[in-house]
C-alpha cells in the first residue's frame, strides 16, 4: 500500500516556474563572467567531477544550499550575501529550479535557473572547466 503525500513533484515544478525566471543558455553564456552575476552549480560533487562547471561558478550541493544561504548558521558563505544575481544550475535544470525557488524563498531578490541546465549548455558549446583547474 502506498502513502498519500500531500504535493507532488509537478506540484512544485509549477510553483516554482511562477515565481523563478528560466535563463535561456545562449543569454546565460554572454553573463557566466559578468561580474553581476554568480552561476551556482548545484549538482554533486561526483557530477563535476565526472564532467566539469561553468568557469567561476560557486559550487554548492543542493542538501547544503539554506545552511549556505543563512547569515545567522556558522556554514553561511558570503558569496550569498552580495547584491549579484544568483543563476542556479544543475544537470538538465529542475534542481536548480528547486534551489533558486528555495533562494527566493530566503529572500535572495535576484535568482534564475539555467533553461536546461549544464547539459544543454555542452551541448550549446559552453565553456567548462575542471574543478579542480580552479
Known sequence: MSKTIAKNIQAFTEEARKVVEDLATEEAKELYQNS???FVDVREASERDEHGLIPGAFTCPRGMLEFLIDP????HNTVFAHNKT???YCSHGLRSLYAAKLALDMGLEAVKNLSGGFTEWTE??????NQYSL
Do not use: L, M, N
Not at 124 to 129: D, F, H, N, Q
Open 86 to 88: 544568483y543563476v542556479f
Open 36 to 38: 553581476d552575476y554568480i
Open 124 to 129: 550549446k558549446g559552453g565553456t567548462i572547466e
Open 72 to 75: 545567522e548558521f556558522p556554514a
